[in-house]
């Protein structure tokens, strides 16, 4: 018999700016993963955005971990994800771009850079990233408003009123302004 309640079931909230983040316990650690290709024109990893998705799903098999923001670019992807352990970042960004390589033919199978990984250790540093992520495409200079590039859980945020369609806003604005909570797509449907 266990001692008091499950740690699963408890909830850690804290509020940063207009960010509210719930943290689930096992879910407590996050991270963002950044992997680059080496070369990207001959296949940009938009044109297989397919196979990283069932490398996602494979790799969620062996690495159980939660999608706060991700933006696939043509020279690779970018993620904030929730883990149960931070040691289990790099091996879930070595699962994707391995699982990426396997669901292509030979012949078109991509060479990655040496990826990253950030732990984050709070909530003010997980809304920063997971806002960084979500201007990826603005910053490679793909669209001029974000609500026009497909590869994007901006789409999601916007889906749930966690952001508006025309967020970061215009130039002028402040754009770094915190203005969405990533804890509500942890239970949202995709």
């Keep these: ?75 690779g992807f970018d993620t904030v994800v929730a883990l149960p352990c931070p040691d289990q970042a790099m091996d879930l960004l070595r699962r994707l771009m391995i699982g990426h390589a396997r669901a292509l033919p030979p012949g078109q199978r991509p060479r990655w850079q040496v990826p990253t990984c950030t732990p984050l250790c709070d909530a003010a540093s997980v809304g920063y990233h997971v806002d960084a992520v979500h201007r990826a495409p603005l910053r490679h200079g793909l669209v001029c408003r974000l609500r026009d590039w497909h590869y994007s859980s901006f789409h999601r945020y916007v889906r749930h009123g966690l952001l508006a369609p025309d967020w970061p806003g215009t130039p002028g604005e402040d754009a770094d302004a915190l203005t969405h909570a990533p804890d509500a797509l942890h239970d949202a449907p995709t």
């Design 1 to 75: 018999m266990g001692r008091g309640r499950p740690r699963s079931g408890r909830v850690h909230a804290s509020i940063v700016g207009m960010v509210q983040l719930r943290l689930y316990r096992p879910f407590h650690r996050c991270a963002r993963l950044t992997a680059t290709l080496a070369e990207t024109a001959d296949a940009p990893l938009t044109d297989s955005v397919t196979a990283l998705g069932i490398a996602w799903r494979l790799a969620r098999q062996h690495v159980p971990h939660r999608v706060m923001a991700a933006v696939v670019v043509p020279s």
